[in-house]
């Protein structure tokens, strides 16, 4: 069975600082998605990883991928309360097909 | 950038009646197109994948009578639920792939209430 399994769910934190939200898979895939979601709200599109050893950077967060460990991070740099949302990651189930399997999501809150 | 619109974005309806949700993708056209539901507070489980000209591949454990999806053409998905039930209320999002990226994206969803 499909898994992806994230970790905090939950994850307060205060503005200036730093932390990362862990995304474990359970295939082989090459392709991971990060998204946000605020409250009432769809997906938007974070990052797009497509191969292992991928790394991308926008403003304060930056995901990587690591598809030996089946591993991706998210790493929240000096937090500012805007970044308050949850974030999923998400597993393509068929290599391109953008079948996707999400994880739990994790509930940030930044306080300032 | 591709765009995915869908409609309505809310709706409330009675217990036992059908629902129309529509799912359009404006700048490209998707021979694919994916529905998901969401409860308040989880995450996104995959319905269905939605294919133009064919019929609908379900997941385990979504009744495909009471979910009806047709991809008539290469811009539009629809989504009926059929007799709806309190039960059924919740937050449908729908995604389009856009198939000269490596990327589906997201309609700004659709929160269906039946009471």
């Known amino acids: 069975e499909l898994k992806v399994e994230q970790n905090p769910l939950f994850l307060s934190m205060q503005e200036g600082k730093n932390y990362t939200i862990y995304c474990n898979y359970s295939?082989?895939?090459?392709?991971l998605y990060w998204y946000r979601q605020d409250p009432g709200k769809s997906l938007e599109s974070l990052f797009v990883l497509l191969s292992n050893g991928a790394v991308k950077q926008e403003g304060r967060l930056m995901a990587s991928l690591d598809t030996k460990a089946r591993l991706s991070t998210l790493h929240i740099t000096a937090a500012v309360h805007d970044l308050s949302a949850t974030y999923f990651c998400?597993?393509?189930?068929?290599?391109?097909?953008?079948?996707?399997?999400f994880g739990q999501g994790t509930r940030l809150t930044i306080n300032p | 950038g591709a765009v995915v619109s869908q409609h309505p974005s809310w709706v409330i309806c009675k217990s036992g009646t059908s629902v129309k949700i529509e799912c359009r993708s404006l700048?490209?056209?998707?021979?694919?197109m994916f529905w998901y539901r969401q409860f308040p507070k989880q995450s996104l489980m995959l319905m269905a994948t939605s294919n133009e000209g064919s019929k609908a591949t379900y997941e385990q454990g979504v009744e495909k009578d009471k979910f009806l999806i047709n991809h008539a053409s290469l811009t539009l998905s629809t989504l009926t639920v059929t007799s709806a039930h309190p039960e059924d209320s919740s937050f449908y999002i729908c995604s389009a792939l856009d198939s000269r990226n490596t990327e589906a994206f997201f309609g700004q969803g659709t929160r269906l209430t039946v009471v």
């Open positions: 998400a597993e393509d189930q068929n290599q391109g097909a953008q079948k996707l399997v």
């Open positions: 700048d490209f056209q998707a021979t694919t």
């Open positions: 295939t082989t895939s090459d392709r």
